[in-house]
């Protein structure tokens, strides 16, 4: 069993910034990618960021490209998400993810979700 804490969501205007963090506890092995899902109103959820175990690959939905850092500390079991110039069409839950293959299965689980809201 692996758990995942997202914190550091909250409520903030354009243009300003948040760090999400997403602190792995439990069985959690090495070798497993971590990412970011966001969830609007009405919308699917939608990948965000990932990232490897090494941090050598790391991907970014084009939109937040540019805005959106994920960077992870293995010694902490914690991945951040920095979250720049923010617009109101970044408004969502997100979603912390932990992914692991194993003998060539997914073990995946979920974090629960943070609020980012972002006022115009």
């Known amino acids: 069993q692996v758990d995942l804490v997202a914190s550091g969501g909250g409520l903030v205007q354009t243009g300003g910034s948040l760090r999400l963090s997403c602190a792995v506890s439990g069985r959690t092995f090495s070798n497993y990618a971590m990412a970011w899902f966001r969830q609007a109103p009405g919308n699917d959820r939608e990948l965000a960021a990932a990232?490897?175990?090494?941090?050598?690959?790391?991907y970014y939905l084009p939109s937040v490209k540019g805005r959106f850092t994920i960077v992870r500390d293995n010694a902490k079991n914690t991945v951040y998400l920095q979250m720049n110039s923010l617009r109101p069409e970044d408004t969502a839950v997100y979603f912390c993810?932990?992914?692991?293959?194993?003998?060539?299965?997914?073990?995946?689980?979920w974090g629960q979700g943070t609020q980012v809201t972002v006022s115009s």
């Open positions: 990232i490897s175990w090494s941090g050598a690959i790391i």
């Open positions: 993810l932990y992914r692991r293959v194993v003998d060539g299965s997914q073990r995946e689980f």
